[in-house]
């Protein structure tokens, strides 16, 4: 048992040492884990990794009166009675607030109500900026007037946060507190009120019915009890992609107004604006490039003094306002500051263009390509290495390498020295990672739709996919205000986005090929590579028994492995033959369990009843497990042999096979399924919803893989020093003491306490806070 114990922590260590992904971005190598839910869990509203995508309503909403003054949210324009499902945007007598659901059996219910032709969702300009922004309050001008007049219901605080300046002479000022005139969801009610009169503009359109979206929250496929309602902000940026578009308008993003939410979801207010870092919010990328409106930055020098490098944002030709240092320029200001209205040292400068591809990388982490753990450099002579002169963007190495610390060969934004005692950079191949127009990005934090103040600029990682429209794996935090490092806990400048980051979004990818349920004489695989045998990399999906090993579910293949070459079969070649099952005549939603179903034929696919045999993949009942944990099988006699099922396809897409399901969370953006990647299972959306929840982590996802090391939630997030089981001297670290503890407990337990993922997780943190 001792020797399979090591083999299995090698190739764990091996594993980490390849990619570096768990890592965090300080010099003292401290692995942290935030994968909040192990495999066998559904990914459920505000999880680590869930991405809020907005969908459109089945029916055309409409905002419509009672005659009693009550004005609603009428989900179906086309009905003129109150119905459960709608909401209330003002008082119904003393009985119902503004922002509650009717329900059945609401004293409203079944009440008349008649249109409101004019009303229009508007804005007022609070900043004079000319444009809808975060900083504005946004009303419901009930008869379309154009200003606010009584009986107009404010939607949001005014103002719905404290307004920032965004004037050069003093950008990032305080103006205005939030709710300094007036709180949200309250009517005006006299003409002496602070905002009466106040001019109002309509939200794009103005229209409700253009403007409000929902989150599927319970992932009913519908609008149901637990949803939330969002007030968009319209955008014009938008981009074409395998021949659909993509927008802003798809996502919750800076500046939508959560229109309603239930009550008992204690994580959101209705009527406030999401801000970045809030927990809904979803980092999509302005690419200047690509927006016709934009000018496209221009990687640049001063004329006068050549070795100060800008990104000069505006393409003016000179440094001015809102440009980017990214180099020190002479010994008055530092890389990554942004150029101000006061700078009178460069400001004004003429600038000349150098080549835009000069943004490189060296490839030194073992993996194919640009990836996660590549340095980048600004290659000012263009000779594609690393030679006196470079400027560094990132730590060299990015994270602990071998026995180097990160940075220890140069830290971020240091220029490499050459001469008689070079560094030890020097002579590695460069190559760019794109053109400056492709590869800049900045998260438009304030949604004006322009390049301002509190926004952050990133250098991505391009894959030619939905990744390169947003902050991903593997990009390069380029320009951070410092405000945002010192007062939301934002990574600095010149570091990379790993996994479990605030700015992270969880876009996925699908497998190169077409993967298969294979089945073993000791059980069932996913066949990640479709070779008909078990390989590394394959995932177990029941307990596997050898001659010499057991191995359990959720464990993917490693070298050594004594199940390795054995044959798979396929029951038919086709793979219809496997098929995910839910029950619940409901539909499928984010309790609905999900089981495997291995004992049907081809000649018996339409018999829906559970069988002995059949694998649960997720606890039964969900989260709960009573009936039966997750990837156990079902046994004659257990409460859920006999029940009912129903194929996803039922609902969804034609056939149910699990390879038209599985997508790949590529955690070290190295484009391929290697060690750390995620495996999920997607809940597919039905013809009603938004096609792009295929592409991201979502509610009900199903966590089909985690590797064991991040099947551990140590507080990542909490900022109290939390480092997970096994730290014995409570002393913010894993020392050797408690590794050598733990592996005397795992044999003291056989295996049960802790298990052998939880010492491969310990272990690993240990080497890597050691290295």
């Known amino acids: 048992m001792r020797w399979k114990l090591s083999v299995i922590l090698l190739a764990a260590m091996v594993c980490l040492a390849l990619t570096g992904v768990s890592a ?24 680590t990794e869930v991405t809020h995508v907005l969908n459109d309503f089945k029916t055309t909403p409409a905002i419509k009166e009672s005659v009693n003054g009550v004005v609603y949210l009428i989900i179906d324009e086309e009905r003129n009675k109150v119905r459960p499902g709608d909401i209330r945007l003002t008082w119904y007598h003393t009985n119902y607030p503004p922002n509650t659901k009717v329900k059945a059996g609401d004293f409203d219910v079944d009440n008349n109500v008649s249109d409101l032709p004019n009303a229009t969702i508007s804005y007022y300009d609070i900043n004079h900026n000319g444009i809808y922004d975060l900083y504005d309050p946004v009303y419901i001008d009930k008869h379309g007037t154009g200003e606010v007049s009584i009986n107009d219901i404010r939607v949001t605080d005014i103002p719905p946060v404290d307004v920032k300046s965004l004037n050069p002479e003093n950008a990032g000022e305080v103006i205005y507190t939030q709710a300094q005139f007036a709180q949200r969801w309250t009517k005006v009610l006299s003409s002496t009120a602070p905002d009466f009169k106040w001019e109002l503009n309509p939200i794009g359109s103005g229209n409700v019915e253009d403007l409000v979206k929902y989150v599927d929250v319970d992932c009913s496929g519908d609008w149901s009890c637990a949803d939330r309602i969002y007030l968009i902000q319209p955008s014009s940026v938008e981009y074409y992609m395998n021949g659909k578009w993509i927008s802003y308008d798809d996502f919750v993003t800076i500046g939508d107004v959560r229109f309603f939410v239930d009550p008992a979801d204690e994580k959101f207010e209705c009527g406030t604006k999401v801000q970045q870092c809030d927990k809904d919010a979803t980092y999509m990328l302005i690419r200047p490039g690509m927006v016709e409106h934009l000018p496209t930055p221009i990687l640049s020098k001063q004329v006068l003094e050549p070795t100060a490098i800008y990104l000069d944002m505006d393409a003016s030709g000179t440094v001015s306002i809102g440009d980017i240092r990214l180099s020190h320029v002479s010994t008055t200001y530092e890389p990554n500051t942004k150029v101000k209205w006061c700078d009178e040292m460069d400001l004004g400068k003429e600038l000349v263009a150098i080549d835009q591809y000069a943004i490189k990388y060296a490839d030194i982490d073992g993996l194919d390509g640009y990836t996660l753990g590549d340095p980048l450099y600004i290659d000012l002579d263009g000779n594609n290495k690393v030679s006196a002169g470079d400027i560094r963007l990132t730590n060299v190495p990015v994270f602990c390498m071998d026995d180097l610390e990160a940075g220890e060969i140069g830290p971020m934004w240091s220029v490499v020295k050459g001469g008689l005692n070079p560094d030890a950079d020097v002579g590695w191949d460069l190559e760019t990672i794109g053109h400056i127009s492709e590869i800049t990005g900045y998260i438009d934090s304030d949604c004006t739709g322009d390049w301002t103040c509190p926004d952050k600029l990133y250098f991505q990682q391009l894959t030619g996919g939905l990744h390169d429209y ?25 570091t990379k986005v790993v996994q479990c980051n605030k700015d992270l979004v969880y876009v996925l990818m699908e497998p190169d090929v077409t993967v298969k349920v294979g089945l073993t004489h000791q059980g069932y695989y996913l066949d990640m590579d479709r070779s008909g045998t078990v390989t590394v990399g394959d995932i177990r999906l029941s307990e596997i028994t050898t001659k010499f090993d057991v191995y359990d579910p959720n464990t993917k293949v490693v070298q050594h492995d004594t199940d390795i070459g054995h044959q798979m079969q396929y029951k038919n070649d086709d793979g219809y033959y496997f098929y995910l099952a839910y029950t619940g005549s409901g539909g499928y939603n984010v309790n609905s369990p999900l089981y495997l179903r291995t004992q049907a034929t081809a000649d018996t696919l339409d018999r829906y009843y559970l069988s002995p045999g059949d694998l649960r993949l997720s606890d039964v009942p969900v989260g709960v497990g009573s009936i039966g944990e997750s990837y156990t099988f079902i046994e004659e006699g257990d409460a859920d042999d006999g029940v009912r099922f129903y194929r996803l396809g039922d609902s969804t897409i034609s056939k149910a096979m699990v390879h038209n399901y599985l997508m790949i ?50 507080g990542n997030d909490t900022g109290n020093g939390d480092t997970g089981n096994g730290d014995t001297g409570n002393n913010d670290e894993v020392t050797l003491d408690d590794v050598i503890a733990a592996i005397m407990d795992y044999f003291a337990s056989q295996g049960t306490n802790p298990t052998i993922e939880e010492v491969v997780s310990l272990i690993q943190t240990y080497m890597t806070q050691n290295q």
Not at 679 to 685: A, S
Request: aromatic letters at 14%; hydrophobic letters at 30%.
């Open 665 to 714: 969370f590529d955690a070290d953006c190295s484009g391929d399924w290697t060690c750390p990647d995620k495996l999920y299972l997607q809940q597919k959306p039905t013809r009603h919803q938004n096609w792009l929840n295929d592409y991201f982590v979502t509610i009900g996802d199903f966590r089909i893989y985690m590797p064991p090391m991040e099947d551990v939630d140590n």
């Open 24 to 47: 965090a971005q300080d010099n003292n190598c401290d692995v942290k884990f935030c994968w909040e839910k192990p495999c066998g869990t559904k990914v459920i509203d505000c999880d």
């Open 470 to 494: 947003f902050v991903t794996i593997g990009d390069h935090r380029t320009y951070v205000p410092p405000e945002a490092i010192e007062e939301e806990d934002w990574f600095e400048c010149g």
